[in-house]
């Protein structure tokens, strides 16, 4: 039970870590609600590690790496509640898989929220500055599905969100009895 409450509250910290470090990088001004708010809910996480690493350019690596680390504590946390004889080598590579795991996750999830704001915006704001921003970061993402485009209607999307869905529902899952299956060994 605590192990779950764990890593739900490490996947909406990452996913708002992951959505800090998108948002700005797509031209949304840092003054907007949403970003504000990822900023304000990140911040005791994300600013010490901007000593490590700074901010270079558009890319705000510090708050990737928060997730990351976050979801290692949590892992290994979990880990070493579970594990009387303590934490190995194997456990420990282990560990770091899985976080790399909930980070591609979380990254899932953005990308699945953001569609979905990404579609509610061009029924209801398509000319705000949030919609303009996510059109920045799905444009590279859906260009290879542009024939799905028929006149004003967009169904790249679609491709992208069954996609998402894939990856989730079914390469995750997948992925992760398989490292747990590794570590039985």
């Given at each position: 039970m605590r192990?779950?409450?764990?890593?739900?509250?490490?996947?909406?910290?990452?996913?708002?870590?992951?959505?800090?470090?998108?948002?700005p990088w797509a031209?949304?001004?840092s003054r907007h609600p949403l970003l504000v708010f990822c900023t304000r809910a990140t911040n005791w996480l994300v600013r010490p590690l901007h000593k490590i690493?700074?901010?270079?350019?558009?890319?705000?690596?510090?708050c990737i790496?928060?997730?990351l680390l976050l979801y290692y504590i949590v892992f290994s946390l979990m880990a070493f509640l579970a594990l009387p004889q303590g934490?190995?080598?194997?456990?420990?590579?282990?560990?770091?898989?899985?976080?790399?795991l909930g980070v591609l996750k979380s990254a899932a999830y953005v990308l699945f929220l953001g569609l979905l704001v990404r579609m509610f915006a061009s029924f209801s704001a398509p000319f705000s500055p949030l919609a303009y921003a996510l059109q920045r970061i799905f444009e590279p993402l859906l260009?290879?599905?542009?024939?799905?485009r028929i006149g004003?209607?967009?169904?790249?999307?679609?491709v992208l969100v069954l996609i998402l869905w894939f990856w989730l529902g079914r390469v995750l899952p997948?992925?992760?009895?398989?490292?747990?299956?590794?570590?039985?060994?």
């Open positions: 192990g779950d409450l764990l890593l739900l509250f490490s996947d909406g910290l990452s996913i708002l870590c992951l959505t800090r470090c998108l948002l031209g949304l001004d690493t700074p901010a270079k350019g558009r890319w705000d690596w510090a790496l928060a997730a934490l190995g080598g194997k456990i420990i590579a282990a560990n770091m898989i899985f976080a790399l260009k290879p599905f542009a024939f799905l004003r209607y967009d169904f790249s999307g679609s997948q992925l992760t009895v398989s490292l747990n299956l590794w570590l039985l060994q």
